[in-house]
């Protein structure tokens, strides 16, 4: 019963901020890797940040570092996503996914096809 759920999406003004989590259960979240991504409307999905097992290694994507810094709580199996100076063009629905491990290394971290779960998606509109 692996279920990944996110949370803390909402409606935000330019330059404001928002808090993801990403509830895991069914599996211990410290022995993966766990990517966020965004989907805009009529746009593809795209890798926003990862983080690795116990937050050994975290990347971003161009558009958001900087600005965007993941984390995780192993006493609540959590994995966060805290986002500042939010622009318009990060309006998206997040979704937090789970490295199975067993994709090839060649693939990048931002590859869709390394994830086995995915949460539902929670909503971030950023407009004035």
């Known amino acids: 019963q692996v279920q990944l759920v996110e949370s803390g999406g909402g409606l935000v003004q330019p330059g404001g901020s928002l808090r993801l989590s990403c509830a895991a259960s069914?599996?211990?979240?410290?022995?993966?890797?766990i990517g966020w991504f965004r989907q805009a409307p009529g746009k593809d999905r795209e890798g926003v940040s990862r983080i690795g097992p116990r937050a050994d290694i975290t990347y971003y994507s161009d558009s958001a570092k900087g600005r965007f810094t993941i984390s995780r709580d192993s006493a609540k199996n959590m994995v966060y996503l805290q986002m500042d100076s939010l622009k318009p063009e990060d309006t998206a629905v997040y979704y937090c996914a789970r490295d199975g491990g067993y994709t090839s290394s060649r693939f990048p971290w931002t590859a869709l096809n390394r994830y086995d779960y995915w949460g539902q998606g929670t909503q971030v509109t950023v407009s004035s």
């Open positions: 069914g599996f211990t979240l410290d022995y993966y890797a």
